[in-house]
């Protein structure tokens, strides 16, 4: 569709929200302030720079072989680059720790300093993209039997301990020199595949654990901590030691920020109604933007029910300014840079059609019990041109419109990824 096409469809849709008391010129600014935070695990099925040759581990999985994954730093921050270019608006890069430049020389995980991750900074400061972080507690020989923070072994624990300090330092020096504060995640694998005997232990040597974690002050202008929960995973299908209500009770208490990743919950369960309430205890929080399939927590996000449900609930709360939005999917059986625009971009659109509903109205119908015609018009709001006025926010900033994108993630395929050993 052509710049001069999509405009006239816009106008026509304007014209149709008008009535309804929305505004899509504000509704698109609003969405263009908006940030989200990609992952960089989806450019390389999770794979990392140590290469160490270990196992991914900590119950993640990622299958499928799509030619041209990512095979060190600037093959992925290329990919990176060509996603953002097809993505609208001004987003962040969310970095594993795993994913230093040591030169080829190894260096263990507590030992970790900013030094290893300059070429990231730096290439973050020249496109101009917000950084996030993360310490990577698996993928390695002493998170092999599937126990980090809460090992039993006080020396396992010391190393993840500092790993995660390690991480904490670098977090604080990626914000004082992006000039943004640093969402670093504490995520762990603990847990048991079979029946525990004893639940309560491995959570005291967490809890102790996460405080010597965050015994140090860093200014949160520089740094953010967060910490994520999961019900189960694969090979911790009985136990996982830091549950929601453990790390819902441990932020609160300690003031950080609570990750909610929307696979990490019951099979049939949605963050969505978790959000107002954890607002309500807590300043900020982080969400991990994921699809749950049957077991897997991690299929690429796309516009459903529960995206939108969600993003519906952060414009209707005001929550947004409160809400760090990252991104947590991989999936190597489709081109990974495409996954990553298609993710994306449903986030984005989720959020526009969010900021396209007459929020009020609905709420004046609510308290008027007026349930019919809330239901009705919510049903209503479906068939709104919703699609023309995506198109022009694209256009407007100067990325392709929907039917456009995917063709030059196929034009890049073949000059790029299909030439990747
Ligand atoms: C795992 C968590 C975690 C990871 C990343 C790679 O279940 O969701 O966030 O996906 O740290
Ligand atoms: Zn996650």
């Known amino acids: 569709m052509s710049i001069a096409s999509s405009s006239a469809a816009y106008s026509q849709a304007q014209q149709q929200y008008a009535p309804l008391g929305v505004d899509t010129q504000k509704a698109i600014e609003r969405l263009s302030r908006v940030s989200i935070s990609l992952h960089c695990w989806q450019g390389d099925d999770v794979g990392g720079f140590e290469s160490s040759g270990e196992d991914l581990g900590g119950g993640l999985a990622v299958t499928g072989n799509y030619p041209g994954k990512a095979c060190n730093p600037d093959q992925l921050r290329a990919d990176l680059e060509k996603a953002y270019s097809l993505i609208p608006g001004r987003h962040r890069l969310n970095l594993h720790a795993f994913y230093l430049e040591s030169q080829g020389k190894k260096i263990e995980r507590n030992q970790i300093t900013s030094a290893h991750f300059r070429g990231w900074i730096d290439w973050c400061k020249a496109q101009k993209l917000g950084m996030d972080f993360n310490p990577t507690c698996f993928a390695h020989p002493m998170a092999s039997d599937g126990f980090t923070l809460a090992h039993r072994d006080p020396a396992i624990r010391r190393f993840w301990i500092d790993h995660c300090t390690a991480c904490r330092r670098i977090g604080s020096e990626i914000g004082q020199q992006l000039g943004s504060p640093c969402v670093t995640n504490v995520w762990i694998p603990d847990g048991y595949k079979d029946i525990p005997a004893d639940r309560l232990a491995p959570r005291q040597r967490l809890l102790d654990a996460l405080d010597q974690v965050f015994a140090e002050q860093i200014n949160p202008a520089h740094n953010l901590d967060a910490v994520e929960s999961k019900l189960f995973g694969i090979g911790s299908e009985s136990y996982v030691v830091g549950s929601f209500e453990f790390y819902y009770a441990y932020a609160i208490t300690r003031r950080k920020l609570m990750c909610l990743d929307a696979g990490h919950f019951h099979p049939t369960e949605t963050i969505t ?17 994921s699809r749950g399939v049957r077991w897997d927590s991690d299929h690429v996000v796309i516009l459903n029910d529960d995206l939108q449900a969600m993003m519906l609930e952060l414009v209707r709360g005001n929550f947004l300014e409160r809400t ?75 990325v392709p419109v929907e039917s456009a994108w995917l063709a030059e993630v196929k034009t890049y395929e073949k000059n790029v990824l299909s030439r990747r050993g």
């Open 273 to 289: 109604d978790k959000i107002s309430s954890a607002l309500m205890h807590l300043p900020e929080i982080l969400l991990h933007v």
């Open 324 to 398: 760090h939005i990252g991104l947590d999917f991989f999936d190597a059986s489709i081109n990974r840079l495409a996954a990553w625009v298609i993710g994306t971009r449903a986030t984005l659109k989720a959020l526009l059609l969010a900021m396209l509903e007459p929020t009020a109205k609905l709420r004046d119908l609510e308290n008027a019990g007026d349930y019919t015609t809330r239901l009705a018009l919510m049903e209503q709001l479906k068939t709104m041109p919703f699609g023309a006025v995506w198109d022009h926010y694209c256009a407007m900033q100067n």
